[in-house]
């Protein structure tokens, strides 16, 4: 059965976003072309708004405390904050009023509006949606590293078959208000639900029916 996501039910304002034009891909699909996709937005970006250095783009209102290091291409939009130890790479579209916390490492992925990684966060390979908070420690994992078969499977729908993805990284696709609890762990190829609520100290493994997520919350 081939794989049916909606991008926009899971971030309402993927369409109206500069990532609209990529509406029609699958959420791991984006990640792996996260390098093209961020520098041909920068291309784009009006000079004015932005200081752009190489394949750098960082709005003149957002703020970056010393001893971050950003690796590009990367576009950081208006009003982010990032901090000291704060370690972006691999292509990375963050857009307006994000925070990245110390000891944040975000690699290949696209962030919406008022999203915070809160300190000491590893994502990787990711889409996450407007307003998405990950507490201290909480961990995206974007590579299945426990087996041979390293291809990611992703769970369409509660109880869905499994299906590959038919890539080696990817991490989530969080939808709008998700929350990560403190140290949490999500395994690769998650599919949350906007709203979706994973609890302090957890393991959300969908490959295994969602061990670990808080009752009540299902991906759709």
Known sequence: ???????????????????????????????????????????????????????IAIHRSARIEPGAVLKGPLILGAGCFVATGAYLRGGNWVDANCSIGPGVELKSSFVFAGTALAHFNFVGDSVLGAGVNLEAGSIVCNHRNERADKNIRVRSGEGGTLQPSGCE????????????????????????????????????????????????????
């Open 169 to 220: 990284k990817f991490g989530a696709l969080m939808g709008d208000g998700v929350r990560i609890g403190a140290n949490a762990v999500v395994a690769p190829g998650a599919l949350l639900a906007p709203g979706y609520v994973v609890g302090r100290a957890t393991l959300l493994d969908q490959e295994q029916d969602a061990q670990g997520a808080r009752a009540g919350n299902a991906t759709p």
């Open 1 to 55: 059965m081939p794989h049916a996501i909606d991008l926009h039910a899971y971030v309402v304002g993927f369409a109206t976003s500069p990532l609209a034009r990529w509406g029609a891909c699958l959420p791991w699909e984006l990640p792996m072309q996260a390098n093209a996709i961020v520098r041909e937005l920068l291309a784009a970006l009006p000079a004015g708004e932005y200081a752009i250095e190489g394949d």
